[in-house]
């Protein structure tokens, strides 16, 4: 067993060694986080200004046959004047099967190699910020993974979404928050009971992962995790939750899986502290439906504060309440109105690929999108 003290972030441990260690790694970024620009926050910028830059931007998308395809944390305003919100599935989705010939993506790295990846020949993908980036993608690092499959030769690699396409084209299956556990189903049967299986690069995924193995009556020994962790939301902890669940004792609690909270969260449903339907594990879209499903007024939202606005739109007469108002994303919040137009009127900035990296993660891609 590894020592806790030679252990560092991007390491990839069997899952019962990384789970053991869930607490005591540093799972911080390792990559500057920006600074947040204050155009991020719409008021910043006067209204009429504002009202000029989302027409003009409708004008631009007519002009050039191009659709917005916008994550559920970037700001109000641009996910006013976009044609699809939504999670990272979703997008994956949208981007794969719209015949636009530009496809622009207020988002992340990640997200935007995903569409350029799958793109068909006559389009563009365009994303207004290229720095925006994520500490969690930023985690896995694909020698490590040569190696555990060189170690490892009939192993079989998961890789979240949330991994760039050097990642990517490392891996047998992609999932995303939305199908992670419908993805791991698929891969346990139809797989040998003695294949390796390497999930990454989220470990609190990862542990969710585990339990979901376990569940399902397979041998926890089959899985490997890798000890990454987004700086965000790693940062919401089991005090976060209890203190909002303390304060608002009636209300249902919605996780988002990537959460630091998420282990002690599911410890608290399988000991049966709190039943299962009060606190439920979702994708950033997941909690947009769940917040129109469950009967409670008042929802706990762990997960980063951008995606209040789209479960706010779903459900207005709700009371959403933020686990951490400090979760924010430094990354997703590049995405201003501002540049969001220039990108459209200045045609930039196009998002390239290199073609034999994004031909090998189109498979896993092609498995993601069409499972769940
Ligand atoms: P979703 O797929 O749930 O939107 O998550 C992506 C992400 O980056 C969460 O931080
Ligand atoms: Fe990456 Fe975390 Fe930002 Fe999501 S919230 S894009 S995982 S840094």
Known sequence: MASIDEVVAGEILPAKEAISMLDQVDLGPTIDIPEIPPEADPDSTPLEERERMKKE?????????????SHNYVQSDIQDVS?????????????????ADVLCEPSVLFM??????????????????????????????????????????????ISYVNTYLDVKAESDYCCASANAAMVLEHVLTHSDPDQP???????????FAAKFIEKSGYPLDRLWLMLGACHV?????????????????????????ECGCTSACMRQVTTGLVPEDLLQFRSTQGMVKLVREVPQETI??????????????????????????????????QNTLQNLYISLRDMV?????DPDLAERAKVPIERMISIG
């Open 57 to 69: 931007i409708m004008r631009l998308k007519t002009e050039r046959n191009a659709i917005v395809l």
């Open 349 to 353: 900035h196009e998002v390239e690929v």
């Open 233 to 257: 939301h790693e940062a919401i902890r089991p005090h976060h939750v209890n203190e909002q669940m303390r304060l608002h004792p009636e209300a249902a609690v919605v996780v988002h899986p």
């Open 300 to 333: 706990i939202v762990a997960t980063e504060v951008g995606n209040l606005y789209p479960m706010s739109k779903a459900a207005p007469e709700k009371t959403l309440v933020p686990a951490s108002r400090e979760a924010l994303c430094a990354f997703m919040k």
């Open 83 to 99: 044609d699809a919100v939504g999670d990272s599935l979703f997008l994956a989705r949208e981007g794969a099967k719209s015949d």
């Open 197 to 207: 299986i390497l999930f990454l690069p989220d470990v609190f995924l990862g542990f």
């Open 112 to 157: 935007n190699q995903i569409l350029a990846a799958m793109k068909k020949p006559h389009q563009t993908v365009l994303a207004p910020d290229l720095g925006a980036v994520c500490s969690l993608a930023a985690h896995a690092d694909p020698e490590r993974i040569r190696e555990w499959k060189a170690n490892h030769p009939r192993g079989l690699v």
